[in-house]
């Protein structure tokens, strides 16, 4: 039976290309897989692309394709990513001018394009597409004109085709993680689009290998002080049977761990309703599926179901949301924790005096509070170091910097042994997001394969 052994690549923008490196070298591999973005990473894309319109993709892919595209030349090795971003087309183009200063002939990298929707919203709307929030009904206009961009998750269909152009680079802008994981396989074993059993199969390999080190020792609430050498952390390898079923493991020789604790952890990441894991390409039921121990390093994966797509994509869009400013200054051992809070009182009182207008105020004790919020309780022990941070969002850039001022005085001003002064911090522009459906006809009638060869 044909078998295909995939590799995750990256988690995330800005995730170590060294696990990918050992991968491409020695993990047997015919593609290796980079999921670069999140809603978050989209919001910073497109602050890079606002101020550089020849940007906006993920600035690694530049190492990304220095390190790789030589394997891609000698092995055969395939990558696919969705580095593009805001703009997938500026990332093809970095692409082909690493491939040329390498030296590097008959290469070609396919971008997928269309993803991109805001120059259709007012269209969608003069047709009465509702683009209400997905969540609770809200109705766009509340933020209409402050969208700044769109996009639709999309699904591996233009992945597909971009292979079967022979790509041996497919770079797009917003897809789903396990669509990028799900592409080869459709394209290798000719999985047919309604073949919903082994989509499912397909997307929960994909699932797993999305986080990149998350389901290899990474990130693990287990016995995480028994997972191995993981300053050499071995990213997931997959070797999947065409009928869906797939062993995961990693690169032999490589730190971390996988077993079916750490994949078990994987397996229910972002899963809300198991028995309807809703993406483009299928509606996985992760209810029955079973992990089982094949070995050192490996784990069987088998019973995932699916059903029939949605008729719907769903598209993000982010909107200019006010600014951020922010200060912080940390306090010392004795009486730390107490310090802080008077420097609190201290600063929202001067905030009342001067007027600022804020939308939102949020408090954090760094070393107290600021990760288990008010599920923190008081220490027995007085703190040896305490921080503070008070941000507050407001509706204008000239407001948020009127935090940072009141920070300085607290240095001869306020509570004994202020250090670690970071107070007058720039303001930045924050992004809101806005989630909605839309029927998927009309986001996948727009998409584009445009292949270049260099």
């Not at 080869?184 to 199969?201: C, I, K, N, T």
């Not at 999305?210 to 389901?215: L, T």
């Not at 306090?331 to 809070?341: E, G, N, Q, R």
């Amino acid at each position: 039976m044909k078998k295909i052994r995939i590799g995750a690549g990256q988690g995330f923008y800005g995730d170590s290309i060294m696990p990918a490196i050992e991968t491409a070298k020695r993990g047997g591999v015919q593609y290796i897989c980079f999921d670069c973005l999140a809603e978050l990473t989209l919001a910073i894309l497109q602050k890079d692309r606002n101020k550089d319109p020849s940007k906006g993709y993920a600035k690694d892919i530049s190492t990304t394709m220095r390190e790789l595209l030589p394997y891609v030349k000698e092995k055969g090795l395939k990558i696919l990513t969705n580095a593009g971003g805001m703009n997938p087309l500026g990332a093809q183009q970095e692409t082909l001018r690493i491939a040329a200063e390498l030296g590097i002939e008959g290469l070609k990298v396919a971008v997928v394009t269309g993803d991109d929707v805001i120059d259709k919203l007012q269209d969608w709307d003069r047709q009465g597409i509702p683009l209400n929030h997905m969540e609770d009904g809200r109705s766009i206009e509340s933020i209409r004109d402050h969208i700044v961009f769109a996009n639709a998750y999309v699904g591996m269909g233009p992945i597909v085709k971009a292979l079967q152009q022979e790509a041996d680079i497919v770079i797009t802008g917003r897809t789903t993680d396990s669509a990028l994981f799900l592409a080869p396989l459709v394209y290798e074993f000719g999985w047919q689009p309604d073949d919903w059993g082994r989509l499912a199969q397909g997307i929960l390999m994909g699932h797993l290998m999305e986080c990149s080190g998350q389901a290899a020792g990474g990130n693990f609430s287990g016995d995480w002080q028994s997972v191995e050498d993981l300053h050499n952390i071995g990213f997931p390898v997959a070797e999947v049977q065409e009928d869906g079923e797939f062993v995961l493991t990693k690169t032999e020789g490589t730190g971390g761990l996988v077993s079916v604790d750490t994949v078990k952890e994987q397996l229910l990441y972002e899963i809300h309703d198991p028995s309807s894991y809703t993406t483009p390409d299928v509606v996985l039921d992760v209810s029955e599926v079973q992990l089982q121990d094949a070995g050192a390093n490996q784990v069987r994966v088998t019973g995932a179901r699916g059903s029939q797509r949605p008729d719907t994509l769903k598209v993000v869009m982010g909107y200019s949301d006010g600014w951020l400013g922010q200060g912080i200054c940390g306090y010392s051992w004795p009486d730390a924790l107490a310090k802080v809070k008077a420097a609190d009182r201290i600063i929202r009182k001067q905030i009342e005096r001067i007027g600022l207008q804020y939308e939102e105020i949020r408090t954090d004790y760094l070393g107290y509070n600021s990760l288990h919020g008010p599920l923190a309780t008081e220490p027995a022990d007085d703190l040896n170091e305490v921080y503070l941070r008070i941000a507050v969002r407001t509706r204008s850039k000239t407001q948020a910097e009127k935090l940072g001022r009141l920070f300085p005085p607290l240095m001869l001003s306020g509570p004994p042994a202020l250090g670690g002064f970071l107070g007058m911090m720039k303001p930045r522009e924050l992004l809101g997001m806005w989630s909605c459906l839309v029927p998927r006809e009309i986001v996948e009638d727009g998409l584009q394969v445009t292949v270049a060869e260099v």
